[in-house]
């Protein structure tokens, strides 16, 4: 199983980014898929996880600014994150919830102005 993260970037606070997540090799549509994130001094931690039925949960911290997706038939996972803040600054990672399969890279997000 390959994920493979991307559409992170540098973005102002206020602002959007989207970010997608292929999975290559797996059983997709019957996972539950998660979006995590980490930083060089905080462990990796679970931001949004989305059921095969698409019954979603969030971390607190982004409850009502991000919305996790996926989409089956591509098997891709997306995050929308609006009202970016400075705190979002982390390594974005998905994977299934609970992890199982290898890391990815990842994607950098940046908050910034």
């Known amino acids: 199983v390959q994920l493979q993260a991307s559409g992170g970037g540098l973005v102002q606070p206020g602002g959007s980014l989207r970010l997608s997540c292929a999975a290559s090799g797996s059983v997709f549509r019957f996972d539950e898929m998660a979006w995590f994130r980490q930083t060089p001094v905080k462990q990796r931690e679970l931001v949004a996880r989305i059921n095969p039925g698409g019954g979603t949960n969030y971390a607190d911290s982004v409850k009502g600014r991000f919305t996790i997706s996926r989409d089956n038939a591509a098997n891709t996972l997306y995050l929308q994150m609006n009202s970016l803040k400075p705190e979002d600054t982390a390594v974005y990672y998905c994977?299934?919830?609970?992890?199982?399969?290898?890391w990815g890279q990842g994607t950098q997000v940046t908050v910034s102005s």
């Open positions: 994977n299934r919830s609970p992890p199982l399969y290898p």
